[in-house]
């Protein structure tokens, strides 16, 4: 893999949605914890940030699975 291209496209896509580079309303989980543990992200997605309209999930070292993954947890939290 590339970091260096990674590190471009996750600081533009995080400048798309944040205002500022906002440490606080970027929230940061390895692919192997959504994995072990589907209920953090479905919490976040859910969860209200107090500082900003918006922030950003990173979920680092992916699979190819996590499309998939992703897709299973955002049906769960619609049908919450």
């Known amino acids: ?3 260096g291209l ?3 496209v996750v600081r533009k ?5 944040l205002n500022q580079e906002d440490h606080f309303n ?5 692919y ?9 992200l479905k919490d976040e997605i859910i ?3 107090l500082l900003s309209e918006n922030k950003v999930i990173l979920i680092e070292d992916c699979t190819e ?13 619609k049908q919450t």
């Open 65 to 77: 699975n996590l499309s998939k993954d992703i897709e299973e947890i955002i049906k769960q939290t």
């Open 13 to 17: 896509i995080i400048k798309r949605f």
């Open 32 to 40: 192997k914890q959504i994995k072990e543990s589907p209920s953090i």
């Open 6 to 8: 990674i590190t471009i």
């Open 47 to 49: 969860s209200l940030s």
């Open 1 to 3: 893999t590339d970091e």
């Open 26 to 30: 970027i929230i940061r989980y390895s």
